[in-house]
């Protein structure tokens, strides 16, 4: 528990889209989460992500290159599965942004394949 870290990263793509991110997390509690697949421990990590130097065009400054966003939210990692089970993250687009742009994005999986 505690475990914290931080890196960056600059998104291209072929398209001509960029963004610069700031990445940070740290792991909060070791819990049990049930979701769809069953129930598990997880270790719960909270993380924040701020954007910056955007071209998306729907957003305010996204033309000019200089569009900034966060996204803040909770991830749980089985190390059993080695593997997420269960996402919630909150989007902050700033004052105005397309309505079909998610403020939130949640997940959970709800089955385990085996080999």
Known sequence: MG????TDWLYNCSSGYHENAA???QVQAMESVTVGAGTFDALRIHFQTQFTNSND????NGPSG???Y??????WWA???KRMIKCDIDSNFGATAPAS???RYAMS????VLP
């Open 3 to 6: 475990k914290a870290w931080s």
């Open 23 to 25: 990445h940070t997390a």
């Open 70 to 75: 966060s996204q803040e939210g909770s991830c």
């Open 57 to 60: 065009a729907g957003l305010p």
């Open 101 to 103: 742009y998610r403020q």
């Open 109 to 112: 999986m709800t089955a385990v």
């Open 79 to 81: 190390p059993t599965l």
């Open 66 to 68: 200089l569009a900034t």
